[in-house]
């Protein structure tokens, strides 16, 4: 068997080799925190137009968040890229023939995805929430109020999770374009378009972007019927069945 | 030793390798050879556990690929140009396949100076062109020192200076007693290198021997003829004994015939002759008709297992016969 902590060197050296790594986390951060000071900003400039229910159920917390709607996508291509710029140039045979255990091989890439996306996700989710409650003036909430810190962490884990689900389905779809194509229509318009249509939206719960953004909500959604840890283990589930099937399909075809 | 086994692969209803079977010997150049589309990258690849066989096995050392600890320490392998992420550096690219196979840092290095590439390592690999790209190639798979090395068509697209160098390349691993499997589609190529031959065609074997047997089987010599008296010259010639066959052209061929003789004889029998022309038939030729035998073998359904097509007699009038079958055949599927 090759040594999984060699194989685990191997890939590490192949993610922090290549430009695109760098560009897609930085452009995450940057998106997400950027896009969040922005909402904030104008969210407490705009405070006093709220409706009475609105300003009960304000969340600064998930405010200071919002810019993980765009943010997210750069961490797509990121998880995407690692396997399908493989599949792309060829090179996924010169992978495997070097480390033809495959079931290895998927394991090291999930744990260097990880060891990328969760340092960069909570130096995001803290940012993020930092810069939005400074913007949000009279408003803001602090770390240690209720919940918050839970949320911030969920953040954190959500970008990871989006990150590993994203390689699960690029393992299945091999070409880069196939995985983006599913992938960006459906966290940016396909999701949040069918969470708003009566009867779907209560399938739509269960997505994994709406399921994990509960982890980021410190005030609970009134109309998505679990709760933080509950979406946590469901969009942990969709990362679990997309790796596993990523795995299965890795396994028994042609490279 | 590297031993394939009734290796089959099927895509849907295309048989793309069919019970191929063979050892790849020692210490020598192996050529594998066979026409475009003859499913010698299929093959390579299940070699490696890239594709998955529909039947069959390889073995190598009498293990899987798979079960191999390391297998870049056992078979480099060079299977298509420039199979590197554009954006990383040669450097890198070698870097990431040593970690993985824990082989020492220094390799890369050494490498890239074997191959010549050490002023481009930190260059990135996009920008290389096709013979930068196939050294990059050859220097992983050397990376790990192994004992037997697989090219798959290396001298592809390479200028002349890039050929000569992976001749030689070829030559020297073999020298120091490594196994080299190469693929080709080209005699020529084979004949300058490889010391064995596994020749396959529609994904069977065809033959599989010393490259001094196929000279021996398949380089006869003959002599070509013309005249404007051929009812007389083959007369005479079926006289003497000997079998003069018509050629396309108007002239004809005599398998292993002499030239002095035939020009005595035609003198004796007052023949005027045109032409009068010792010839060797070439290697090319000799792997031309054995690979278009394959084809009208198996469009007949015949279960020919013939390693060798017959020799000598009439060897040009098979091929004459397999050409005139194949148009019959594209007439018949234009008609159809």
């Known amino acids: 068997m090759a040594q999984p902590g060699a194989v685990l060197l191997s890939e590490w050296t192949k993610v922090k080799t290549v430009r695109s790594t760098w560009i897609t986390l930085v452009v995450a951060f940057v998106v997400t925190v950027g896009l969040g000071a922005l909402i904030s900003a104008v969210s407490s400039s705009q405070f006093k137009n709220l409706s009475d229910t609105e300003k009960l159920t304000f969340d600064p917390t998930a405010v200071s968040f919002s810019g993980i709607i765009l943010g997210q996508l750069a961490v797509i291509v990121f998880a995407v890229l690692v396997v399908g710029n493989e599949y792309s140039s060829g090179m996924i045979r010169a992978t495997l023939a070097a480390v033809p255990q495959r079931t290895t091989l998927l394991v090291c890439k999930a744990a260097v995805v990880l060891a990328m996306v969760l340092p960069v996700s909570l130096l995001t989710s803290f940012t993020a929430f930092f810069l939005g409650q400074a913007l949000l003036g009279s408003h803001r909430t602090t770390l240690g109020a209720d919940h918050v810190l839970r949320a911030v962490l969920g953040m954190a884990v959500y970008m990871t999770l989006i990150a590993l689900l994203s390689l699960g389905v690029s393992f299945m779809l091999r070409k880069p374009v196939l995985s983006l194509g599913l992938l960006m229509p459906f966290f940016f318009l396909i999701s949040p378009i069918l969470s708003a249509v009566p009867k779907v939206k209560a399938v739509a719960h269960y997505f994994p972007d709406t399921a994990g953004s509960q982890m980021v909500h410190v005030v609970s959604s009134t109309t998505v019927p679990f709760g933080p840890l509950e979406g946590f283990f469901i969009c942990l589930a969709w990362v679990a069945a997309a790796l596993l099937a990523g795995l299965l399909l890795l396994r028994g075809r042609d490279a | ?336």
């Open chain 2, 1 to 336: 030793m590297i031993e394939v086994h009734e290796l089959t692969k099927r895509y849907g209803e295309t048989l793309a390798v069919d019970r191929l079977s063979f050892q790849v010997p020692q210490g020598v150049v192996t050529g594998f050879l066979g026409p475009n589309g003859a499913g010698k990258s299929t093959t390579m690849r299940m070699m490696l556990d890239l594709d998955r066989p529909t039947s069959g096995r390889v073995s190598i050392d009498g293990k899987a690929y798979h079960q191999l600890s390391e297998p870049l320490k056992y078979i480099g392998a060079l299977l298509e140009a420039k199979a590197v992420h554009p954006g990383r550096t040669a450097y890198n690219h070698l870097l990431w396949l040593a970690q993985s196979n824990r082989i020492p840092r220094r390799r890369v290095d050494e490498m890239l100076d074997l191959v010549g590439l050490r002023e481009v390592a930190r260059r990135r690999s996009g920008g290389f062109s096709l013979g930068m790209g196939q050294r990059l190639g050859i220097a992983a798979a050397l990376l790990g020192d192994p004992r037997i090395l697989m090219f798959d068509e290396p001298v592809n697209g390479l200028d002349p200076e890039g050929i000569l160098w992976i001749r030689n390349l070829m030559k020297s691993l073999a020298e120091e007693g490594r196994t080299v499997f190469v693929s080709s589609h080209l005699m020529s190529e084979m004949a300058v290198t490889a010391d064995h031959l596994v020749v396959i065609g529609q994904g069977r074997l065809l033959a599989n021997l010393s490259m001094n047997d196929f000279i021996d089987q398949n380089s006869h010599s003959f002599v070509q003829l013309r005249t404007p008296q051929p009812e007389a010259l083959l007369d005479a010639l079926a006289g003497a004994g000997m079998t003069a066959t018509p050629k396309d052209d108007g002239a004809f061929e005599v398998v292993d015939g002499d030239p002095a003789r035939i020009g005595d004889l035609a003198r004796d029998h007052g023949i005027a002759l045109h032409e009068l022309s010792p010839q060797r038939a070439s290697l090319e030729e000799a792997f031309l008709r054995m690979t278009a035998d394959s084809v009208e073998y198996r469009t007949h359904g015949e279960d020919v297992h013939r390693t060798m097509p017959p020799a000598a007699n009439g060897w040009g009038a098979d091929w004459q016969r397999a050409q005139d079958r194949n148009r019959q055949k594209i007439k018949t599927k234009k008609e159809s």
